[in-house]
């Protein structure tokens, strides 16, 4: 049993990491500033603090007493990056640099960081393993390799031991409904695609059929959240019992087109949804799937829902 704190444990992911880490009998408390996280997505027993990691005098009082930090609070969505860059330095990058001040502070030694494969932008190669040169091409990823980097510098001049996950595409919700991880404005492929079939969006936009992929749409690996939190279980056992700081790939080694995706929904839900191919998106990679072999050998990890139906059906909303 160990102290931890979630920052970020409101939102998509960090609600998920947050239902496990109960599960496994941690003492969990919840920071976040509720921006957008849904307090739906908390459970009554969690501790929460409201707070901002932007406010070092919030983020150094919670730090007080804790063993280890996971650390989801950020800002992601790739375009509003390029747009408002300053919104990204701040959240992303200052408020991590408080968050690590407050752990050196405290005497806090370990921590497992969100990361993500944006870190790579277009990589020359559709597999993609942790030697992949980092060359993000949007301010998010570019926020994220930089965290990375100060991880590494804070392991060497004050002892903190990280774990960075580079997620690639989550998807899905937990099977037994506990965690919702609810979004308040999803724009991700898979949520988009249920929105449309829930009438919410009036079709879905395939940016580009025109790939050198087999039906011509953009390929990626879509990793199942719950296999994503189980990752962050394993990597804090892992640092808490002495592993050194590590760099990890998390996805299925598996890759799905848009229009797989779309199929996929279509046949679980048994009709037909509106859609239309549109142009390209700028800096999209044809096909970025993941190698996962470190994190398989470092951490034991192994997705357990690669099923896409399965994915599907965990993603719907109960009355669809
Ligand atoms: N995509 C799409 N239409 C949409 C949203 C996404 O065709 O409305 C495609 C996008 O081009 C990419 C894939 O779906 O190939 C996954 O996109 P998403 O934004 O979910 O994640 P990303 O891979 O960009 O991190």
């Known amino acids: 049993m160990a102290r931890i704190l979630v920052v970020g444990g409101v939102g998509y992911i960090g ?12 003492e969990v408390t919840v920071f976040d500033n509720l921006s957008t996280g849904l307090q739906a997505n908390l459970f009554s027993e969690n501790r929460l603090i409201v707070g901002d990691i932007c406010k070092e005098i919030d983020i150094f009082s919670a730090m007080e007493g804790q063993d280890a930090v996971m650390h989801f609070a950020a800002k992601k969505a790739v375009a509003e990056s390029m747009e408002n860059p300053a919104k ?90 506990r965690s919702r991880g609810h979004e308040a404005n999803p724009q991700n492929l898979l949520p988009i695609i249920i929105e449309v079939a829930e009438g919410k969006r009036e079709k879905l936009k395939i940016f580009g059929d025109d790939y050198p992929t087999p039906d011509g749409t953009c390929i990626r690996d ?74 398989r050998k470092i951490l034991g990890w192994k997705p357990q829902i690669t099923d896409l139906h399965q994915i599907v059906k965990s993603a719907l909303p109960e009355d669809l």
């Open 15 to 26: 609600s998920h990491v947050v239902s496990l880490l109960m599960e496994a009998g941690h």
């Open 88 to 177: 990204y330095a701040r959240n992303n990058l200052i408020g991590t640099l408080n968050l690590l001040n407050a752990m050196d502070h405290h005497g806090v030694k370990y921590i497992v960081f969100s990361s993500s494969a944006a870190v790579y932008g277009m990589p020359d190669v559709s597999v993609v393993d942790e030697n992949t040169p980092v060359n993000p091409i949007n301010f998010y990823g570019f926020t994220k390799a930089e965290i990375e980097k100060c991880l590494q510098w804070y392991d060497r001049l004050c002892d903190i031991k990280f774990v960075a996950l580079r997620y690639f595409n989550a998807v899905g919700y937990d099977m037994n409904r």
């Open 222 to 295: 879509y990793v199942h959240v719950c296999d994503l939190a189980q990752a962050h279980l394993l990597a804090l056992d892992k640092l808490m019992n002495g592993m050194d700081s590590q760099i990890l790939n998390l996805g299925t080694e598996k890759g799905t087109s848009v229009k797989e995706m779309v199929t996929a929904v279509e046949e679980v839900l048994g009709k037909k949804l509106n859609v239309e191919i549109a142009p390209r998106r700028e800096g999209d990679p044809a096909c970025l799937i993941a190698s996962a072999e470190k994190a």
